[in-house]
């Protein structure tokens, strides 16, 4: 069945630029279907392969997300040890504490962590119960994007759009990962379903969940859920269909839904005595709002991030998180993981308000081309110049936008195939698809090199038929789009197979094979082998990765030594984040000699093997290391304190035992301060000290080097213990006793 964007609606909307009006509701007295018969079949007007198509879509989804999914072990040590924390403390659940002992917070909020934290809590710590919860936020993305497409333009036109979505590389790896971005990209998605909603009908319900969903995404990753506020508040305050009075003030009633929906946590944290909360992370003044508006906020767009790895620095666009400018999310270190079709979603997304210029103002068509080309292009142009933190996989934020408008632009362009403008404009982004696919398998030449030219060519083919859509038979110019089709995913399907056969862990996972997406600490090349980073990078390895490579090369599964010197940022090559109820990491075995930690040369202190971990990864624990840490860990708050939260996370991981972050996530944090840690061990309080890990305060740390006070006030009073290659200092016992 082909859908006509000329049908009529309850309102009034320009004939060749809208589309099929909801289905109406049902009459009184009217006999309704079975619930199942329902769910299966959908909308009456739909063919009956439509909504089978798109349960099984999210079917597919769900089994490729799941696929593997252990094989990460805990992912994001850092998150993940706030996840355990917060499965055995309702006080750490709140606030995001990275320890049951509530001594510091991650630097982030804490609604991204509620979920896991009740899976936890429900079926004990594992990789599983931590990141099955964002498996589901994925396919609940991908639902709602498929449905914001389809009420307005074909089920062929949503399940494009789904399909785009779930088989782009970054997203196939933020949706099995567990930092926060997961649950942003799923309540940006929503926001946009809401708006497209209110334009429709004029509702003003529409508006208050697009403002709640906002509002939450707040609690989720702070300020970057208030990038698409301009082009949603602006469209619907030009495109809805009431008066304009009515909807400046559904505007400002759903202004008061944001607000309370993200602010009642931030009043409560604001509000709380600070001596009975823990110490907010990444702030220098133990001020959520600070951490919003500073190192969270401006910061990651002018680069004065205070407290950060090299915070504080200016912002002077010198690139250290890599170089900005409009081709940053097309460059090397970027494209692979979000670029494939968005050459192809700007030239559709142009098509599209072309196609569009004549309608109504209230026309949802249009609308729906705004709101989700709107929140694409400013989303795209803050992250391709934003001057501070910038990681690939921040870029998971544009996934839904790209799916939206390749689905309804290419679903639109069809239906006027047989206008010449139109079929050339569907040609046009085929070959940008195919040609921008050649372009970035190309720089993996080594990766399934057959598989570039098949795009290639199969794009160029599938363009040609495209341009003479209108003039040949229906079979002839579906298969033609079948074969664009085909050829545009090609390339982001095999990197999304690369990424959920592979495992990811550490702060800055990618996707895609080895070696596809590079980005160093100042913006130089990560090394992938002996010796660690390259002159200015500042990791040694791929970032993120696990077990990519053994020595001898080969692909994920083996046992190998991993890369020498430092070695990618990550987990050992065989940890599975597995064990003791309580959270073992059974970290045990080969791994990444230095522990992985900033590359030859690069590390912040620690041993190697079972010793301490670096910035951006944890900690080895041996078992030897283990067994010392848990021996009488019940008579103390932490049964260990350690510099930097990457390594105290290790440690708690796999005693299941609160360990103390000192200085938060950089150890540059002012917490605690020395005379605090001197009470807390007068008071018997922490058993032992870990030595090494973090930056010690020597990176952006306005406090003068509080980690680095207490570590030395630690080697000099008190005795040290060896274990293996791993350093301890015994709490409990002066040197010399």
Same mark, same amino acid.
């Given at each position: 069945?082909?859908?006509?964007?000329?049908?009529?609606?309850?309102?009034?909307?320009?004939?060749?630029?809208?589309?099929?009006?909801?289905?109406?509701?049902?009459?009184?007295?009217?006999?309704?279907?079975?619930?199942?018969?329902?769910?299966?079949?959908?909308?009456?007007?739909?063919?009956?392969?439509?909504?089978?198509?798109?349960?099984?879509?999210?079917?597919?989804?769900?089994?490729?997300?799941?696929?593997?999914?252990?094989?990460?072990?805990?992912?994001?040590?850092?998150?993940?040890?706030?996840?355990?924390?917060?499965?055995?403390?309702?006080?750490?659940?709140?606030?995001?504490?990275?320890?049951?002992?509530?001594?510091?917070?991650?630097?982030?909020?804490?609604?991204?962590?509620?979920?896991?934290?009740?899976?936890?809590?429900?079926?004990?710590?594992?990789?599983?119960?931590?990141?099955?919860?964002?498996?589901?936020?994925?396919?609940?993305?991908?639902?709602?994007?498929?449905?914001?497409?389809?009420?307005?333009?074909?089920?062929?036109?949503?399940?494009?759009?789904?399909?785009?979505?779930?088989?782009?590389?970054?997203?196939?790896?933020?949706?099995?990962?567990?930092?926060?971005?997961?649950?942003?990209?799923?309540?940006?998605?929503?926001?946009?379903?809401?708006?497209?909603?209110?334009?429709?009908? *004029?509702?003003?319900?529409?508006?208050?969940?697009?403002?709640?969903?906002?509002?939450?995404?707040?609690?989720?990753?702070?300020?970057?859920?208030?990038?698409?506020?301009?082009?949603?508040?602006?469209?619907?305050?030009?495109?809805?269909?009431?008066?304009?009075?009515?909807?400046?003030?559904?505007?400002?009633?759903?202004?008061?839904?944001?607000?309370?929906?993200?602010?009642?946590?931030?009043?409560?944290?604001?509000?709380?005595?600070?001596?009975?909360?823990?110490?907010?992370?990444?702030?220098?003044?133990?001020?959520?709002?600070?951490?919003?508006?500073?190192?969270?906020?401006?910061?990651?767009?002018?680069?004065?991030?205070?407290?950060?790895?090299?915070?504080?620095?200016?912002?002077?666009?010198?690139?250290?998180?890599?170089?900005?400018?409009?081709?940053?999310?097309?460059?090397?270190?970027?494209?692979?993981?979000?670029?494939?079709?968005?050459?192809?979603?700007?030239?559709?997304?142009?098509?599209?308000?072309?196609?569009?210029?004549?309608?109504?103002?209230?026309?949802?068509?249009?609308?729906?081309?705004?709101?989700? $080309?709107?929140?694409?292009?400013?989303?795209?142009?803050?992250?391709?110049?934003?001057?501070?933190?910038?990681?690939?996989?921040?870029?998971?934020?544009?996934?839904?936008?790209?799916?939206?408008?390749?689905?309804?632009?290419?679903?639109?362009?069809?239906?006027?195939?047989?206008?010449?403008?139109?079929?050339?404009?569907?040609?046009?982004?085929?070959?940008?698809?195919?040609?921008?696919?050649?372009?970035?398998?190309?720089?993996?030449?080594?990766?399934?090199?057959?598989?570039?030219?098949?795009?290639?060519?199969?794009?160029?083919?599938?363009?040609?038929?495209?341009?003479?859509?209108?003039?040949?038979?229906?079979?002839?110019?579906?298969?033609?789009?079948?074969?664009?089709?085909?050829?545009?995913?090609?390339?982001?399907?095999?990197?999304?197979?690369?990424?959920?056969?592979?495992?990811?862990?550490?702060?800055?996972?990618?996707?895609?094979?080895?070696?596809?997406?590079?980005? $160093?600490? *100042?913006?130089?090349?990560?090394?992938?082998?002996?010796?660690?980073?390259?002159?200015?990078?500042?990791?040694?390895?791929?970032?993120?990765?696990?077990?990519?490579?053994?020595?001898?090369?080969?692909?994920?599964?083996?046992?190998?030594?991993?890369?020498?010197?430092?070695?990618?940022?990550?987990?050992?090559?065989?940890?599975?984040?597995?064990?003791?109820?309580?959270?073992?990491?059974?970290?045990?075995?080969?791994?990444?000699?230095?522990?992985?930690?900033?590359?030859?040369?690069?590390?912040?202190?620690?041993? *190697?093997? *079972?010793?301490?971990?670096?910035?951006?990864?944890?900690?080895?624990?041996?078992?030897?290391?283990?067994?010392?840490?848990?021996?009488?860990?019940?008579?103390?708050?932490?049964?260990?304190?350690?510099?930097?939260?990457?390594?105290?996370?290790?440690?708690?991981?796999?005693?299941?035992?609160?360990?103390?972050?000192?200085?938060?996530?950089?150890?540059?944090?002012?917490?605690?301060?020395?005379?605090?840690?001197?009470?807390?061990?007068?008071?018997?309080?922490?058993?032992?000290?870990?030595?090494?890990?973090?930056?010690?305060?020597?990176?952006?740390?306005?406090?003068?080097?509080?980690?680095?006070?207490?570590?030395?006030?630690?080697?000099?009073?008190?005795?040290?213990?060896?274990?293996?290659?791993?350093?301890?200092?015994?709490?409990?016992?002066?040197?010399?006793?």
């Amino acid at each position: 069945m082909t859908t006509h964007y000329d049908q009529p609606t309850t309102r009034q909307d320009t004939p060749g630029a809208g589309g099929p009006p909801p289905a109406a509701p049902p009459q009184a007295g009217e006999v309704r279907q079975p619930l199942v018969r329902r769910l299966w079949r959908g909308r009456p007007e739909d063919p009956r392969w439509a909504r089978p198509a798109f349960l099984g879509l999210l079917a597919l989804t769900l089994v490729t997300y799941l696929y593997n999914l252990s094989a990460s072990g805990y992912a994001n040590s850092f998150y993940s040890a706030a996840v355990q924390a917060g499965s055995r403390s309702w006080k750490a659940f709140f606030f995001g504490s990275l320890d049951a002992g509530n001594a510091i917070t991650v630097d982030k909020p804490s609604a991204f962590m509620w979920p896991m934290g009740l899976s936890v809590r429900i079926f004990g710590l594992n990789s599983w119960a931590v990141l099955t919860p964002e498996v589901l936020m994925g396919v609940g993305t991908v639902a709602v994007v498929y449905a914001g497409v389809r009420r307005r333009f074909s089920p062929a036109a949503g399940l494009i759009a789904g399909a785009v979505l779930a088989l782009t590389p970054v997203a196939a790896l933020m949706f099995r990962f567990n930092n926060p971005d997961a649950l942003l990209a799923l309540l940006m998605a929503l926001a946009c379903y809401f708006v497209i909603r209110a334009v429709e009908d *004029g509702r003003t319900r529409w508006l208050v969940w697009a403002g709640a969903a906002i509002g939450f995404a707040f609690l989720a990753k702070t300020l970057q859920a208030f990038l698409i506020l301009p082009p949603l508040a602006v469209v619907y305050a030009v495109c809805g269909p009431v008066r304009l009075r009515k909807r400046l003030v559904q505007l400002g009633l759903a202004t008061v839904a944001l607000v309370v929906a993200g602010g009642w946590w931030v009043a409560i944290v604001e509000l709380w005595p600070a001596s009975s909360r823990p110490y907010i992370g990444g702030s220098q003044n133990n001020s959520f709002l600070e951490l919003t508006f500073g190192y969270n906020g401006l910061g990651r767009i002018n680069g004065d991030e205070t407290g950060s790895v090299g915070g504080g620095g200016g912002g002077n666009g010198s690139g250290r998180w890599g170089a900005t400018g409009w081709d940053r999310m097309f460059s090397s270190e970027i494209g692979s993981q979000i670029s494939w079709l968005l050459p192809a979603a700007l030239i559709l997304l142009v098509a599209g308000l072309w196609a569009t210029r004549k309608a109504h103002r209230t026309s949802v068509t249009r609308a729906s081309f705004l709101v989700w $080309g709107g929140s694409l292009l400013i989303t795209m142009v803050v992250f391709s110049y934003m001057a501070g933190i910038f990681h690939q996989y921040y870029t998971v934020a544009l996934a839904p936008y790209i799916a939206a408008v390749t689905g309804m632009g290419a679903g639109l362009l069809w239906e006027k195939r047989r206008e010449t403008w139109a079929s050339l404009t569907l040609a046009a982004a085929v070959v940008a698809a195919a040609a921008w696919g050649y372009v970035l398998l190309n720089r993996t030449s080594t990766y399934l090199p057959w598989l570039r030219w098949l795009v290639l060519t199969g794009g160029l083919a599938a363009a040609f038929g495209l341009v003479f859509a209108g003039r040949i038979s229906r079979q002839l110019a579906l298969g033609a789009a079948a074969v664009g089709l085909v050829a545009a995913l090609a390339g982001p399907t095999a990197y999304t197979l690369s990424t959920v056969n592979s495992a990811h862990t550490g702060s800055i996972p990618t996707a895609g094979p080895a070696g596809a997406s590079m980005m $160093g600490f *100042g913006g130089g090349r990560p090394g992938a082998g002996n010796g660690g980073g390259a002159p200015g990078g500042f990791g040694g390895g791929m970032p993120g990765r696990q077990g990519q490579q053994n020595g001898n090369g080969s692909m994920p599964g083996g046992q190998g030594q991993g890369f020498p010197g430092g070695g990618m940022p990550g987990q050992n090559g065989n940890s599975q984040g597995q064990g003791r109820s309580q959270g073992q990491n059974q970290q045990n075995g080969n791994g990444f000699p230095g522990a992985g930690g900033l590359g030859e040369g690069g590390r912040t202190g620690g041993a *190697g093997g *079972g010793g301490a971990g670096g910035l951006l990864t944890g900690a080895n624990v041996s078992s030897a290391a283990r067994k010392l840490l848990e021996k009488d860990a019940d008579t103390y708050t932490w049964a260990a304190a350690s510099i930097g939260s990457q390594n105290a996370a290790s440690y708690q991981l796999a005693t299941g035992d609160p360990v103390m972050a000192i200085g938060g996530f950089n150890g540059t944090d002012p917490s605690p301060t020395l005379a605090r840690f001197k009470k807390y061990v007068a008071d018997g309080k922490i058993h032992y000290f870990i030595a090494g890990g973090g930056t010690g305060g020597g990176m952006g740390d306005s406090n003068s080097g509080t980690s680095s006070r207490i570590t030395s006030w630690v080697e000099s009073n008190f005795k040290k213990v060896t274990v293996g290659s791993a350093t301890f200092y015994d709490l409990t016992q002066k040197a010399g006793d």
